[in-house]
């Protein structure tokens, strides 16, 4: 029971994932880092203090009180994974919420998933789960194999992708994704999707500071949410340094009161956009208190969205005059990636 609670949770948290961007499309009138940046502020500092607010008697004690060299950790693993974030929300831009989610979450989810195992092998820490537990045990090896199946399922994914830019034209491609770029796209995809897995090694760094919180009287289930606090600082530094020289060089400074703009609209749009991505791992710090901050957690997590991202970018018409066997692909693709969740969870119940 506790092995499908975690499964639904990361569900929940990868629908949330795969829909922010969604709202975005919404906004009129303002360019790419005035909406994104908008929005971020709502996923990385106002969201992430209210969820802790409610859920983690005193966090902000338990922050001050922990020792620096852990809290830098944190914050440092998550200004690169605002690194990630930001060139995410670029190859969302250029490949589409179909092609950008799966490729860019694709080395994400190996990166996030089998790093941390690896990592505890490494330095002999009992910690956690290790790689060399994962291959010794039956369960660990059926979630290695749920791991493998949903990698195969990304490569079918991006197979379609490519398929998709040799048949169609530069106006059919934009129908769904207006700035449609594959070398622009692939080349932050292959950024983001390295660095976003620091946002896994963030939470293993934080842990003292989730456990810290359960010790004080706070619920397991949202112990991760005093970490996030910290992580998201990290890629709030990140985005906002970025967004800010953006609105400089371009001269879109304006956007934010720009009366040819619906603002009330795009502000409303901008902040739903970012508190949806926020509830990703809000469900997420949920999940992994059921399941460990191991391989199997990362990789739900991960599949969900690119299931949910792939399905979204379906309904908008992203793979609208494609051919039947491009269709079929990315179709196939899906179906993979739905197996590796029944295998990852299957193998986390044993």
């Keep these: 029971m506790q092995a499908l609670l975690g499964v639904v949770f990361h569900f929940i948290g990868g629908f949330a994932s795969g829909s922010f961007y969604i709202p975005f499309k919404k906004v009129k009138e303002w360019a790419w880092e005035s909406y994104w940046i908008i929005g971020g502020l709502f996923s990385w500092l106002i969201a992430p203090l209210i969820a802790a607010y409610f859920t983690v008697p005193d966090f902000m004690s338990i922050i001050s009180s922990t020792d620096a060299a852990i809290v830098f950790w944190t914050y440092f693993l998550g200004v690169l994974w605002g690194v990630g974030g930001l060139t995410f929300g670029l190859g969302v831009r250029y490949l589409g919420v179909s092609l950008g989610q799966t490729f860019v979450l694709g080395l994400s989810s190996a990166f996030g998933a089998l790093m941390p195992p690896i990592y505890r092998d490494l330095i002999g820490s ?3 789960e ?21 990698l195969i399922g990304i490569v079918i994914c991006g197979k379609a992708g490519v398929m998709k830019e040799n048949e169609l034209s ?8 207006q700035e449609f770029n594959i070398r622009k796209g692939l080349t932050v995809g292959v950024i983001s999707g390295v660095l976003s897995a620091c946002f896994n090694y963030g939470i293993e760094a934080g842990k003292p500071m989730a456990e810290e919180a359960v010790l004080n009287g706070g619920n397991s289930l949202f112990q991760n949410n005093v970490t996030f606090v910290v992580i998201l600082w990290g890629g709030l530094t990140t985005n906002f340094i970025w967004c800010m020289i953006l609105n400089a060089r371009n001269r879109t400074f304006g956007d934010y009161a720009n009366k040819k703009a619906p603002l009330t609209r795009n502000y409303l749009f ?10 990703q791992f809000f469900f997420y710090g949920m999940g992994e208190s ?29 793979w609208r005059d494609v051919a039947r066997k491009t269709f079929r692909t990315i179709l196939t693709g899906i179906a993979v990636i739905i197996l590796s969740v029944i295998v990852v969870g299957y193998g986390n119940s044993l």
């Design 126 to 128: 009992d910690s956690g």
């Design 130 to 150: 290790t790689f060399t537990g994962m291959l010794n045990s039956t369960s660990g090896q059926v979630v290695l194999l749920g791991i493998f199946v949903c």
């Design 290 to 318: 059921k399941l460990g901050n191991g391989a199997s957690s990362w990789i739900l997590h991960m599949a969900f969205i690119i299931l949910i991202s792939n399905m979204w970018g379906l309904a908008l018409g992203e």
């Design 270 to 279: 901008s902040a739903l956009a970012g508190t949806t991505w926020f509830m």
């Design 170 to 177: 530069d106006e059919q491609k934009q129908v769904g994704v």
